[in-house]
């Protein structure tokens, strides 16, 4: 069975860190590509262990903030 989960990527410093916030996973790699192949394979891993009772639905969304001039 297969089931669709989220990724975030976002750089830090020299690699892509990827999120898989339904499952609380994290993985990195130095392309998006690798990042995100190794965000499966450690939630693949991690829901082999801890199965999920029920899947929750991320929700995205964005929002503004004030930035101060010195910022």
Do not use: R
């Amino acid at each position: 069975m297969n089931s669709t989960f989220t990724a975030v990527l976002h750089w830090e410093d020299d690699m892509y860190v990827a999120e898989c916030p339904e499952v609380g996973t994290f993985s990195q790699g130095k392309t998006i590509d690798e990042a995100l192949k190794n965000l499966k394979e450690a939630t693949e891993l991690y829901l082999g262990e801890f199965p999920l009772k029920q899947k929750k639905k991320a929700l995205m969304t964005t929002f503004e903030v004030a930035l101060s001039a010195n910022a």
